[in-house]
């Protein structure tokens, strides 16, 4: 459920008619809803309250946009992040350091430096070697790190090869049949506290029976370690529940989600650690659009060329995906078009023969289900610049995100003396 509705024939975002921020903004312009984001975080908390011990961190990749992370912040949820720039924005954005997350292959010194100061919760190593590196830089500096050791279980995700994470070729975690042999070598090191294990086998997943199967492998190598004689107080399921992107797409719910994992971790005695992203603010936000031209010089399907494009919302260049594409003002008739970008290569298209509201020079649509991986995978690309981003609150937006003009980017570059 979101709050992007008609009302007296305009779309509006809770109680405000997207062609008001059109005005005001301009597009191409991300709009995100304020009580969708409030409803996506308390139904995943409240699916999981049959859980016994809980946390949940927001996987902050799929909008880092700082009014959304306090957003999350006032719901309770602390962060999943995977650079220093997302740990910096967890933490400006005030969540507490004990409830940051730091995930990803490829931490540098400097961001393990930062988030050993800073102090946060919990380190997901994806290696044996960057385990030793955590340990030295902490020892060395009088601290402990509190770490998951991140395990790859070979399992297939069902979901885009592009976003799958768990089966044995992809770069993410250790096997998980020398989970017991890293983790017990990586606990004798001073400067680290092994303290439980983690899995994320990829995004989008449209079925649970692929999770259940990665957990159930989990259980068993928890109950390995600690025949094994260690420790594990933690477990961090990571996220990866897909949402609808099509009309008629139906996904696991929450509830349906919790109901499992209570089966599978009733054994467990852990607390257990959830990254969710798109689940929670994928429908809480749209890329509202202008249509700049309508073309049909040929006898074909027309081209409806937006404002938007591939760099603005990369998602059906990258991976093919489908947003569904709504008019501000339908006004009952359709069009079968393709609806394509300014962008100078033909992989800038949204959509191809796409049955859509009919739709004509300067009217305004909107791109939904962009509120996650939207703005945040934005480029520059053909000297375009970056989108505004506006939040809504019932009849109250603000804008949270400048829109960068083309002029800024270029100010950042120089033309060395060399080339006088
Ligand atoms: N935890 C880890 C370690 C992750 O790598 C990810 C996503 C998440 C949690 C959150 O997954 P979610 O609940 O949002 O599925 N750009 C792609 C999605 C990439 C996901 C990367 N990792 C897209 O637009 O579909």
């Known amino acids: 459920m979101d709050h992007f509705a008609y009302r007296n024939g305009v779309l509006h975002a809770e109680d405000l008619p997207l062609t008001a921020i059109a005005e005001a903004v301009g597009t191409p312009v991300y709009v995100y809803s304020r009580a969708t984001l409030e409803r996506h975080a308390q139904v ?74 800073a102090g946060i919760g919990q380190f997901n190593l994806e290696s044996e070697e960057e385990g030793i590196e955590l340990a030295e830089l902490a020892a060395g500096r009088g601290l402990t790190a509190r770490c998951a050791l991140r395990v790859n279980p070979d399992v297939d995700a069902r979901t885009h090869a592009k976003i799958s994470t768990g089966k044995a070729e992809n770069k993410f975690g250790v096997p998980i049949d020398r989970g017991v042999e890293i983790y ?42 600690r025949a094994a004689g260690q420790s594990v107080t933690h477990a961090d399921l990571g996220g990866g529940l897909g949402v609808p992107y099509r009309p008629g797409e139906v996904f696991p719910s929450p509830e349906e989600y919790a109901a499992m994992v209570a089966r599978v971790t009733a054994d467990w005695d852990v607390t257990l650690m959830f990254e969710p992203g798109r689940v929670i603010c994928g429908n809480a936000g749209v890329l509202l659009t202008r249509v700049v031209r309508v073309k049909r010089s040929s006898n074909q399907v027309p081209f409806v060329v937006v404002d938007a494009a591939m760099n603005d919302l990369a998602r059906p260049a990258m991976y093919g995906a489908w947003h569904d594409f709504d008019a501000v003002k339908p006004t009952g008739e359709k069009m079968t078009a393709h609806i394509v970008g300014p962008i100078c290569e033909t992989g800038d298209t949204f959509a191809m023969n796409r049955e859509i509201d009919a739709i004509g020079v300067g009217d305004l649509a909107v791109f939904r289900t962009a509120g996650a991986y939207g703005a945040t995978m934005a480029s520059s690309y053909n000297s375009r610049g970056f989108v505004a981003e506006v939040m809504v609150d019932g009849d109250k937006w603000a804008v949270v995100a400048d829109r960068i003009l083309p002029e800024a980017i270029t100010a950042a570059e120089r033309v060395p003396d060399f080339l006088d």
């Open 44 to 117: 995943f908390r409240d699916a999981l309250s049959i859980l016994p011990r809980v946390h949940i961190a927001f996987a902050i990749k799929a909008n880092p946009n700082l009014a959304v992370l306090r957003v999350m912040q006032r719901e309770g949820l602390g962060a999943d992040v995977v650079s220093g720039g997302e740990m910096a924005r967890a933490l400006a954005a005030g969540i507490p350091a004990e409830d940051i997350v730091f995930s990803g292959v490829g931490k540098q010194h400097h961001e393990m430096i930062a988030g050993l100061e």
């Open 184 to 225: 017990s070598r990586l606990a004798a090191l001073p400067g680290l506290n092994m303290r439980g294990v983690a899995v994320h086998i990829g995004s989008q997943l449209s079925e649970l029976e692929p999770f259940e199967e990665a957990f159930g492998k989990v259980g068993a190598l928890i109950a390995e370690l």
